[in-house]
Nanobody, 125 residues
Framework: VQLVESGGGAVQAGGTLRLSCVASRYYYGSFCMGWFRQAPGREREGVASFANEREIIYADSVKGRFIVSRDDNKNTLYLQMNSLKPEDTAMYYC?????????????????????WGQGTQVTVS
């Protein structure tokens, strides 16, 4: 599976961005998806995980501001980011993990994910 992120950019605090993650092939229900971010000098951290529309988990730091959704027809996962803060500045990554049910969430950690995109930079000033 190849993942390609896009949609990053530079915005002012309070602004919005929508990140996209296009998968080369994606059999919904077969992958646990995750959005991660990494700021300079910091460890990669989970932002949100997505197993299906009813099983989405958000990090406390983005809860109420970020929304994950997908478009089956486009093999695309989205991260809508609202009310952006300077502390949201980071490289954002999309990741996928083979999944056959069970837990799909941020406690898995980055090491549990099998496939990664190249990242897209988000800068909030």
């Amino acid at each position: 599976v190849q993942l390609v992120e896009s949609g990053g950019g530079a915005v002012q605090a309070g602004g919005t961005l929508r990140l996209s993650c296009v998968a080369s092939r994606y059999y919904y229900g077969s992958f646990c998806m995750g959005w991660f971010r990494q700021a300079p000098g910091r460890e990669r951290e989970g932002v949100a995980s997505f197993a299906n529309e009813r099983e989405i988990i958000y990090a406390d730091s983005v809860k109420g501001r970020f929304i994950v959704s997908r478009d089956d027809n486009k093999n695309t996962l989205y991260l809508q980011m609202n009310s952006l803060k300077p502390e949201d500045t980071a490289m954002y990554y999309c990741a996928a993990k083979h999944y056959r049910g069970g837990y799909c969430g941020l406690n898995l950690g980055p090491a549990a994910f099998d496939y990664w995109g190249q990242g897209t930079q988000v800068t909030v000033s």
